[in-house]
């Protein structure tokens, strides 16, 4: 069973067929079945640079037209023809919308392996690395499905909070402004932000979210987008941009105009948001810059080490989880059409911000 949208027209989605399964995998192949999956507006971000950044490459659907959006969880090897990956075995990574995906393993070791799949060859590594995970009988159901929900999530907050922390005017202390504030990424880098002293963190977000914002503690001030630019200071500030929302955007760099430092594009949550109109076009400040999470995975992979990367990493979602993440509640979605109403809702941007979807065919 495959989940297939619409490229242009992310809110089409259909259900169809899965690929026929074999009962014995091509030399050097596994099959794996996909468990579970988180679902979040990180997965609509995907899909709106689905061509820009590469991510409908991943798992290309045989009609163009259409795409299978890439989603992290877990899943079980139920047919292998590649020694030391072993049915029953189970592993955590990128996945397809759907029910199985083909893999070819490479550089298989005591920790997972790669997908060495042809045409995953050239996009980066760090989608393409499968994790061995707890045999199912030592699994924690809720601790797995809250590692798929804020894993990938956290470490982009993880590593954006790095990466402005380490920009030569990154601890100035002046206020960092967030939109989509209520988004799980947003969460995350908020708590990073105050947790490191990083300066003042205003969030964004709609009106009926603001009280919510509020309630996680990460903010030290909600602002409603229908308010702006009203709370967002005299400046100067760093603008984190989560909505890909180009009437707030906008606003944001011709209220602080120079007074901008930076302008950080990170999401698009709200990607069928109209352009400003008139003079809403215009952006004084600095140039938007795009925040693409693999290039700094690379370079602090490079200076820390995988191991220190994973220590550092584990330590600041530990933290995260044990306070601010509590106010999201898991919502698990069985069976496909509970996957396509619930994407169908992300897309529409109608989504409960409190909950947290994990999903299942």
Request: glycine share 12%.
């Amino acid at each position: 069973m495959d989940v297939e949208v619409v490229r242009r027209d992310l809110a089409t989605a259909r259900l169809v067929p899965g690929r026929p399964l074999p009962d014995e995998p091509p030399a050097g192949t596994a099959l794996a079945r996909i468990e579970s999956f988180a679902l979040t507006a990180n997965n609509v971000t995907y899909a709106v640079t689905g061509d820009l950044l590469g991510y409908w490459r991943f798992f290309p659907a045989a009609d163009e037209r259409y795409g299978r959006v890439p989603v992290w969880g877990h899943a079980e090897i139920v047919a292998s023809s590649c020694p030391g990956v072993e049915v029953g075995g189970r592993c955590y990574g990128f996945w397809p919308t759907s029910s199985h995906l083909l893999l070819a393993p490479v550089d298989i070791g005591p920790g997972g392996f790669v997908d060495g799949t042809a045409h995953r060859a050239d996009l980066p590594d760090v989608y393409n690395r499968y994790e061995r995970a707890a045999d199912r009988n030592d699994v924690d159901p809720d601790g797995e499905a809250r590692a798929a929900l804020w894993r990938p999530l956290f470490t982009t907050s993880f590593l954006l909070d790095d990466w402005i922390g380490s920009a030569a005017d990154g601890d100035t202390g002046d206020p960092i402004v967030i939109s989509c504030a209520s988004s799980k990424t947003a969460l995350g880098l908020a708590h990073l932000l105050r947790a490191h002293g990083r300066g003042e963190v205003v969030g964004l977000t709609s009106a009926g979210h603001v009280e919510f914002c509020g309630r996680t503690g990460v903010y030290d001030r909600v602002v409603a987008y229908d308010e702006l630019p009203e709370g967002l200071g005299a400046g100067p500030a760093t603008y984190v941009d989560i909505a890909g929302n180009p009437t707030v955007t906008a606003a944001v760099h011709r209220h602080l105009g120079d007074r901008l430092r930076r302008s950080v594009r990170v999401g698009f949550t709200h990607h069928d948001a109209p352009p400003p109109s008139g003079s809403g076009n215009s952006r004084p400040g600095p140039a938007p810059e795009m925040f693409f999470a693999p290039d700094h995975v690379r370079r602090r992979l490079a200076d820390w080490g995988g191991p220190g990367f994973a220590e550092r990493l584990a330590a600041a979602r530990n933290g995260f989880e044990s306070g601010p993440a509590a106010a999201i509640t898991l919502e698990r979605i069985n069976g496909a059409d509970g996957v396509l109403s619930t994407w169908r809702q992300l897309v529409a941007g109608t989504a409960d911000p409190r909950l947290g979807f994990v999903c299942s065919f």
